[in-house]
């Protein structure tokens, strides 16, 4: 199938790089994408984020709802005082 496409210069960019590094034709390079794109699952790259410990808990975790609407309520009051 002839179609047009638009690209942003950022899949441009990297589309050329893989034209370079493999040695294929803009349309094999743009097809492959397509095609590893809409192929890949949602689990395509595994991730890893680091996780870090903050320490002990300062506030009682089973009183965490009860403070966080706590804390909202003031933040509305103070919201209606100012006019907003």
Do not use: C, W, Y
């Amino acid at each position: 199938m002839r179609t047009t496409i638009t690209l942003t210069p950022e899949a441009e960019t990297l589309l050329r790089r893989r034209m370079l590094s493999r040695g294929l034709s803009f349309k094999d390079a743009v097809n492959g994408a397509i095609v590893a794109g809409l192929t890949a699952g949602p689990h395509a790259e595994s991730v890893s984020t680091p996780t870090f410990d903050m320490g002990a808990t300062k506030v009682p975790l089973e009183r965490a709802l009860q403070l966080a609407g706590e804390l909202e309520d003031e933040e509305l009051l103070r919201k209606r005082v100012l006019g907003k």
